[in-house]
């Protein structure tokens, strides 16, 4: 079976520019369902960071539809 890939925004921290992340709907349900992070990664600045309670929430309602 294949698995089914999310993208979402995701906005440097240090500059503001955003970038197209891509996780497997697993991961995420997984990551929201047990209060685990979702990293993100900017290749502007070369920065990896865990997203804040409004990412998580906007992922949250494109993960849950």
């Given at each position: 079976?294949?698995?089914?890939?999310?993208?979402?925004?995701?906005?440097?921290?240090?500059?503001?520019?955003?970038?197209v992340?891509?996780?497997?709907?697993?991961?995420?349900?997984?990551?929201?369902?047990?209060?685990?992070?979702?990293?993100?990664?900017a290749?502007c600045?070369d920065?990896?960071?865990?997203?804040?309670?409004?990412?998580r929430?906007?992922i949250?309602?494109?993960?849950?539809?």
């Open positions: 079976m294949t698995e089914v890939f999310l993208r979402y925004l995701v906005q440097c921290p240090v500059c503001g520019q955003e970038f992340a891509a996780r497997t709907q697993g991961e995420l349900q997984d990551a929201l369902d047990n209060n685990k992070p979702i990293k993100a990664y290749e600045h920065w990896h960071w865990e997203l804040g309670e409004s990412a929430a906007a949250s309602k494109l993960v849950r539809g």
